[in-house]
């Protein structure tokens, strides 16, 4: 079924960063980062607060600008074009900490608002996919409620069944499980899994061990605007390269 | 406060042992100097005042005094049998709670039960309320003559309009009185599904309810067919419509495309037909007075500053790519060095230091170009709105009322006469849709930025993310506010009496100087004011049950 | 479903010139820019279209009006007329002003008044506003209920009528000046003409005793630093505050001793025959006029008796030497009369028919006016004691009141509405505030073990405050604004001024531009304070 994958990629490499730069004023967040991604790859960034992690990946969908380097995204640079802008923001969905699902909407409205405005999609049909996304995050029976009525891993869910109903072929995690109670973080962690065995690209903040072991093909850690160390999984946890990554490693692991 | 929140708790504690009238006065009266002070100078005032007053009200204040001491004896009776009813429960809590309470009840009991008094005397029981008996010699001393409410209930209501449009004020009323009733009945929950068709027809009629009243109470001019204004109108309909299905805030559809173009000219026809025919021929506007001039002022400046605000507030609150830098910068040397060659002559023509010191004036180019830069960020829509709206905000309202009147023939060519209530709503609206620009902008600013970078991710345009997600969470987030704003609308109005116009608090002047009613100011102003006391106090309730029924500040 | 560019390669090729051109034409910040230019075309061309027949007008009325003294037209000569003869007076007023002034005079009078009426309107409203806040809170019933409705009255009512009411119903109706009412005993006075008013006068000695209060002040900052300093070291706390209240007070006191020894410039004429060498030997004259062995024994004489051996007292109208010297008589138990004279000649007339014992002015006044007297030699001038500030106090003279200062009923009307109204609004947010500091709060402050006072100086106070001064400041700049309703009862403020102004000259764009002027200056410096505030506050936060 179509809702059941991503759309398909013509190009290598789906995701190419080189050399990008930011500043927050004088503050230079963003020291030159280059990253290359192929169509269904999993990538966990990890990294201490501040490193940048979450700049970086909010640089990918424009919710940040960049101020040197570039970024290409399925084929389509992002510059200050509004033509780009609008085409990658279609193929890359983003869930954030917070969820920022719209409070003023049902679950129901706040997934299928966007696939009726942006994609043009008919309103039957546009519910349609809402339920059968809702069903696959695994809450239907809450599609009429409103957002504060859902506990927050509900209310993840749903920010996930939302982004996914665009259809994107890049999804974007900004620390997913961060804001949620310690008991509710598996149920979304789940549905991640099931993404990322799904062939969707994948680049997500998150200090999750047990995700990333499992389904990440590449673990990026990042520090001070920088990517310190690229590894696979197995070798990142067990025998880091740099000292930088040893140390924080030893930090999130003796907690 | 919390003094005696802790003294309550130790005076239970204690009388739970019995009474210990060591702590009592420890608790009340002994506790510190300041108390002790305190206590004795209330206790000395308090018997002046009940002494002055016995002089003057001798019933009064013995009945008072006492129920005062009634009350104190059955705490105290509470208190020794370490048991309270509900009463004398309620007694010791809100009004004997403490020395210091006590003496206070009893002083502000007074003064309350001497102001009812005099009011009593001065509304009643020295009033007249015949109507036909309210000339000078007639009025009581001391006391109201209601009888010019009644006396001048046409003025109050209409003012100085003439007999033969009351039908027509009337129908207004009835009209209003009646979508209300409409909307209500269709508005309850066992309807408001099935009455879908109805619902929309009672929407569009509120739309059109403006354009409706004007034809009752200005009515219209019979005019030749202006066919070139009808197609205009449809032209530029059609302009938004296609605005906004491009930015893909409404779907598009024949039927809503042909519905919106023809709206223009099919309005225009009727009324047109409607001036033909000459069934409701316009009204001197200046004839309007009374309590309709209030409620039109107040109901247009409502309804037009509304979606003015919205705009302003938007404008305000937008973040378009400023004019950069290296673009404002070169312009405003360019036009500063290109103003100072002016100022040689001026500096060699005038005439005192302050001459010579506007001499300079090309300064004041460099100043607005920083200010563009600096404060706006070269963004000169947000510039444009914030400049007016400040400008607006920092002048009062009466200013906006005398400009519009004194300026408004400035607008129009010499010889055009304007009536005055027309310049008077222009200049209120563009007051109040300053402040209302500011309330919505507050409203937007509560959105927290998730919801922007949500509805970004999600590839809204920003025409989009307005329409579908930030307006309608800011403007439920200011209903009260805006609701606040209505009833300062409602209540300002009454400063057009200042600028001339015989509104509902204008129309006194008329009144009070007909021999019939001479003088009659003071009950004349209690009641207009009961009046707005009245509309006030409604808005306000039903903003609170509006507030509860939308679930404001649960998110 | 959306088919991506299916371009092989992840490299963009180059693109075509036109479509480079194109892609600039989408870029954010050429929209951005070329949209603010579309922006700029619409309003200009909007102000064109409106303001065409403005312009024309204008500039007709212009060339009737930007007229120079010497009868040409100019552009600056648009204010030339402000120099003109107003023709008209003003009732109240705080510099003189006639109808013979220039009208930008008449404009300055408007304009004191309106700040009279802000600035006494936003000092008395604070005092009500905070009084009725905190009586919402009140644990007695009747006292939150009688708040909440106040408050509910004020805001429900327009604040016009308001003023109406109490101007007409109120002012208007209030009994003769000879039967004004006098609440609770104090010497305040409400009558038709108005409010009589306790003031302060300033005698010349004033000036030093200020000197020992900023003297106080700077001595309480430097102190605090003192102590503060000391605190950190030792590890001691003192009171910075009590310390150096009572520092301050010391040195007040001692200011106020000092100036009056220091200070000379009061004095006394008198005849030589009286024989009044000091101010003391005034009460032998009484006895030896009396006959009475001492002054206590005034009781025994009828009120006629005392009124023709009182002592007569020459005094220039409204002087502070008035004040100074009847209130050592008082003390000393002399009856008096006082007759006033506007001029110093007047007086000195008055003091040669030997209507008055004594003239009592400043000594350079006497000295000037003594030189004038027929027998100059005849005539002493004794010093007498001053006090750098004395209270004038109205009292009731026959039909008059003389003393104090008098409020005229337009202003008292329109003072005591804008404070009766805004204090309500000002309770709303002082209410509020307090209550925006949760419980929570007072309850850690206690678990802290700070006292009461401590707790509310340090942690209750400053968190409320900070919610009530920056919507404080708007009720203040909105009470400023309403002052121009004091129109509505013809009150002479700045927009009443302008508004004769108008009428008379015709310079109605001219006047416009003043009065917009002058209010934004006034919101400029509110809301400089109230970004100050709000600057401060941060800096607090972090």
């Known amino acids: 079924m179509e809702f059941e994958g991503p759309a398909q990629s013509f190009v290598d490499e789906i995701i190419i960063v080189e050399n990008v730069h930011k500043w927050f004023g004088e503050f230079e967040a963003l020291r030159g980062v280059d990253l290359r991604v192929k169509p269904g790859e999993v990538i966990v960034i990890i990294g201490p607060s501040g490193s940048g992690k979450s700049t970086f990946i909010r640089c990918l969908n424009r919710l940040e600008e960049h101020q040197e380097g570039r970024i290409i995204i399925d084929g389509t640079e992002l510059s200050h074009d509004i033509r780009n802008i609008q085409e990658v923001r279609r193929e890359v969905g983003m869930v954030f900490q917070q969820f920022n699902l719209f409070p003023h909407l049902t679950v129901l409205d706040n997934i299928a608002l966007a696939p009726i405005n942006v994609r043009n999609w008919t309103r039957d049909r546009a519910e349609e996919i809402a339920m059968k996304w809702l069903t696959r995050v695994g809450i239907p029976e809450q599609a009429s409620k409103f957002p504060g009525q859902l506990s927050g891993g509900q209310q993840q869910r749903v920010a996930i069944a939302r982004t996914l109903a665009m259809q994107p072929k890049i999804l974007l995690f900004d620390e997913p499980t961060s804001a949620l109670d310690p008991e509710m973080i598996s149920e979304v962690l789940d549905v991640m899994r099931d993404l990322a065995r799904s062939g969707y690209t994948i680049l997500a903040v998150t200090h999750e061990m047990g995700f990333a072991r499992e389904v990440a093909n590449r673990i990026i850690f990042m520090d001070a605007g920088k990517i310190v160390e690229e590894n696979n999984p197995e070798d990142f946890y067990n025998n880091p390269k740099e000292d930088r990554t040893k140390l924080f490693l030893s930090q999130i692991l003796h907690h | 406060m919390t003094t005696h929140i802790e003294s309550t708790t130790q005076q239970e504690t204690s009388s739970s042992r019995g009474f210990n009238w060591q702590l009592f006065l420890q608790d009340n009266i002994t506790g510190s100097w300041y108390q002790a002070i305190l206590v004795l100078a209330l206790a000395i005032i308090t018997a002046n005042y009940a002494v002055g007053q016995y002089e003057t009200y001798p019933v009064m204040t013995i009945i008072i005094v006492a129920a005062w001491l009634v009350g104190i004896v059955m705490v105290m009776i509470g208190e020794g049998r370490r048991h309270h009813t509900n009463f004398s429960r309620w007694l010791k809590e809100n009004l004997l709670s403490s020395v210091s309470n006590i003496l206070l009840t009893l002083l502000v009991g007074l003064l309350i039960a001497s102001a009812f008094i005099g009011a009593l005397q001065w509304g009643i029981l020295n009033a007249t309320f015949d109507p036909a008996a309210t000339a000078p010699e007639l009025q009581p001393e001391d006391g109201a003559t209601w009888g010019v409410i009644v006396g001048a209930r046409k003025l109050l209501a209409t003012g100085v309009l003439g007999p033969e449009y009351s039908w027509r004020v009337w129908t207004a009323l009835f009209f209003i009185l009646g979508m209300w009733l409409l909307t209500y009945i269709s508005s309850r929950p066992v309807l408001k599904d099935k009455l879908r068709v109805v619902r929309n027809v009672i929407n569009g009629l509120w739309l059109l309810s403006p354009v409706i009243l004007y034809i009752f109470l200005a009515g219209v001019a019979n005019a030749p067919y202006n066919f070139t204004g009808a197609l205009t109108g449809g032209a530029v309909l059609l302009a938004i419509y296609a605005l906004l299905w491009w930015q893909k805030v409404i779907p598009f559809r024949w039927t809503g495309l042909i519905a919106t173009v023809a709206t223009w000219p099919v309005l225009y026809t009727i009324w047109w037909a409607i001036g033909n025919s000459e069934t409701f021929t316009p009204i001197n506007v200046d004839e309007w007075g009374g309590l309709l001039l209030t409620l039109i002022i107040a109901s247009s400046v409502i309804v037009l500053s509304l979606p003015l605000g919205m705009v302003l507030a938007l404008a305000r609150q937008s973040d378009v790519f400023g004019i950069p830098a290296w673009i404002i910068w070169p312009a405003g040397i360019g036009a500063t060095i290109w103003g100072f060659t002016s100022t040689p002559e001026l500096l060699a023509t005038s005439r005192n230091l302050v001459e010579q010191l506007l001499s300079f004036w090309p300064i004041m180019i460099l100043a607005i170009a920083y200010l563009i830069h600096r404060m706006f960020k070269g963004n000169m829509v947000s510039g444009a709105s914030t400049m007016f709206i400040e400008l607006i905000r920092s002048v009062p309202l009466i200013t906006l009322l005398f400009m519009g009147i004194n300026m408004a023939p400035f607008f129009f060519s010499a010889g055009t006469s304007i009536a005055k209530p027309w310049p008077v709503i222009v200049g209120y609206t563009l007051f109040s849709s300053a402040y209302m620009a500011e309330t919505i902008r507050g409203g937007l600013q509560a959105i927290p930025n998730g919801q922007y970078e949500a509805s970004d991710a999600l590839g809204f345009n920003t025409l989009q993310k307005m329409r579908f997600i930030i307006l309608p969470q800011a403007l439920r987030i200011v209903i009260p506010a805006i609701v606040g704003q209505f009833i300062g609308a409602f209540k300002s109005s009454s400063l057009v009496s200042i600028v001339g116009l015989f509104d509902f608090l204008g129309i006194n002047r008329v009144i009070s100087s007909n021999p019939q009613w001479l003088g009659l100011r003071v009950e004349l102003y209690v009641f207009m004011g009961l009046v707005y006391f009245l509309g006030s106090f409604l808005m306000s309730s039903y903003s609170r049950r509006l507030e509860a029924q939308l679930g404001v500040g649960e998110r | ?542």
């Open chain 3, 1 to 542: 479903m959306t088919q991506s560019p299916a371009s092989p390669s992840a490299e963009p090729q180059t693109a075509p010139l036109w479509r480079t051109v194109l892609g600039y034409l989408f870029d954010v910040r050429v929209l951005g820019v070329l949209g603010q230019i579309g922006f700029i075309v619409v309003v200009v061309f909007g102000v064109k279209a409106i303001g065409v027949n403005f312009a024309e007008n204008a500039q007709k009325l212009g060339e009737s009006q930007f007229i120079c003294r010497d009868g040409t037209f100019s552009y600056r000569c648009a204010y030339d007329f402000m120099e003109s003869e107003s023709g008209f007076d003003i009732s109240d007023t705080m510099i003189d002003h006639t109808n013979t002034d220039p009208y930008w005079r008449s404009f300055a009078v408007g304009v004191l008044n309106t700040l009279k009426v802000g600035i006494f309107g936003v000092i008395l409203t604070v005092f009500v506003g905070t009084f009725a806040g905190i009586a919402r809170l009140s644990e007695n019933w009747l006292i939150s209920k009688l708040a909440l409705w106040y408050v509910e009255l004020m805001r429900n009512t327009p604040l016009l009528i308001q003023i109406f009411f109490i101007y007409f119903g109120v002012i208007l109706t209030a009994p003769n000046l000879d039967e004004a009412i006098q609440p609770l005993g104090l010497p305040f006075f409400l009558s038709q003409r108005g409010l009589n008013i306790p003031s302060i006068q300033f005698t010349s000695s004033a000036a030093i005793w200020l000197a020992f209060l900023v003297l106080g002040i700077i001595q309480f900052q430097v102190l605090g630093v003192i102590l503060s300093r000391r605190e950190e070291r030792t590890g001691q706390p003192s009171n910075r505050f009590s310390t150096g209240i009572i520092a301050f007070i010391i040195i007040a006191a001692l200011g106020w001793f000092v100036s009056g020894a220091v200070s000379e410039t009061q004095g006394l004429m008198v005849t030589k025959g009286s024989r009044i060498r000091e101010v003391n030997d005034i009460e032998n004259m009484m006895l030896q006029r009396t006959g009475l062995n001492h002054l206590d024994e005034l009781d025994s004489l009828t009120e006629d008796e005392i009124k023709d051996f009182a002592l007569q007292v020459c005094v220039l109208e409204d002087s502070a030497s008035e004040t100074n010297f009847t209130s050592q008589l008082r003390k000393m138990g002399i009856p008096y009369r006082v007759r006033r004279s506007d001029r110093p000649d007047q007086a000195t007339e008055r003091y040669a028919d030997e209507k008055c014992d004594v003239f009592a002015a400043t000594k350079s006044i006497l000295a000037a006016e003594r030189a004038t007297l027929e027998n100059a030699s005849g005539h002493l001038i004794i010093p007498i004691k001053e006090n750098p500030v004395v209270w004038s106090i109205p009292t009731r003279e026959g039909l008059n009141m003389v003393g104090g200062s008098r409020m005229k009923p337009e202003f008292t009307a329109l003072l005591l509405a804008l404070v009766l109204f805004y204090g309500g609004t000002l309770a709303e947010i002082v209410r509020a505030g307090i209550l925006s500091v949760s419980k929570g709060q007072s309850e850690a402050a206690r678990a802290l073990g700070l006292n009461e006072g401590q707790r509310l100086q340090l942690i209750v106070l400053p968190q409320a405050l900070r919610v009530i001064i920056p919507p404080g400041i708007g009720v203040a700049l909105s009470l400023a604004k309403d002052t121009s309703l004091g129109i509505a009862i013809g009150f002479p403020d700045m927009y009443a001024a302008s508004y004769t102004i108008m009428n008379q000259s015709g310079r109605v764009l001219q006047m416009f531009v003043m009065i917009m002027l002058v209010y934004m200056l006034i919101s400029l410096g509110f809301s400089v304070v109230l970004n100050w505030y709000n600057e401060k506050i941060k800096l607090v936060e972090r």
